[in-house]
Antibody
Framework: EVQLVQSGVEVKKPGESLKISCKGS????????IGWVRQMPGKGLEWMGL????????RYSPSFQGQVTVSVDKSITTAYLLWNSLKASDTAIYYC??????????????WGQGTLVTVSS | DIQMTQSPSSLSASVGDRVTITCRAS??????LGWYQQKPGKAPKRLIY???SLQSGVPSRFSGSGSGTEFTLTISSLQPEDFATYYC?????????FGGGTKVEIK
């Protein structure tokens, strides 16, 4: 069974750094890209970026380029989303999802449960 | 960037109603579109991929159609468990872009 399990709730102060994780299991982790999606309180879904666990190749939304870093440790089948300096506007739920491209058409087929990040002084 | 315009942003419907949600792309995206359902406090769930392919395990009352710039998600007979927010996502080109969402509420 494919599963993506994300790390728990985070409460941080502005200016602090943070790394949240997404552990994949039940499939060949290096075969599919992993994506990150933001959902701010009461708002819609926003794509942030993708990483290829096989070679760490990345794609970023221009809205998030330079604001976050996506990384991966394939030895422990885990992807990460990192901030160097959090802002209050980073308060949101962050989802990871597997980017399945079977048959030539891609989409996010399995999702993590989400990580709530609250940034407040 | 490709803009995805989803309509309506919300709708009220009764159990048994036929519901149609539309996404329009600002440029052609072939069939590179998926539909997702999100219930409060839960992660999104894929319903449709490649514009019209039904995700395994998803009830057949859900269907997707379209190609190019106009796409629809249809729920043929709305059930109580279908009250949720629905999103489209284009993956034809980077950046991937979601529609703004459609909240389906009980009339």
């Amino acid at each position: 069974e494919v599963q993506l399990v994300q790390s728990g709730v985070e409460v941080k102060k502005p200016g602090e750094s943070l790394k949240i994780s997404c552990k994949g299991s039940g499939y060949r982790f290096t075969s599919d890209w992993i994506g990150w999606v933001r959902q701010m309180p009461g708002k819609g879904l926003e794509w942030m970026g993708l990483i290829n666990p096989g070679d760490s190749d990345t794609r970023y939304s221009p809205s998030f380029q330079g604001q976050v870093t996506v990384s991966v440790d394939k030895s422990i089948t885990t992807a990460y989303l990192l901030w160097n300096s959090l802002k209050a506007s980073d308060t949101a739920i962050y989802y990871c999802a597997r980017y399945d491209c079977t048959g030539g058409s891609c989409s996010f087929d399995f999702w993590g449960q989400g990580t709530l990040v609250t940034v407040s002084s | 960037d490709i803009q995805m315009t989803q309509s309506p942003s919300s709708l009220s419907a009764s159990v048994g109603d036929r519901v149609t949600i539309t996404c329009r792309a600002s440029q052609g995206i072939r069939n590179n579109l998926g539909w997702y359902q999100q219930k409060p406090g839960k992660a999104p769930k894929r319903l449709i991929y490649a514009a019209s392919s039904l995700q395994s395990g998803v009830p057949s009352r859900f269907s997707g159609s379209g190609s190019g710039t106009e796409f629809t998600l249809t729920i043929s007979s709305l059930q109580p468990e279908d009250f949720a927010t629905y999103y489209c996502l284009q993956h034809n080109s980077y950046p991937l872009t979601f529609g703004g969402g459609t909240k389906v509420e009980i009339k």
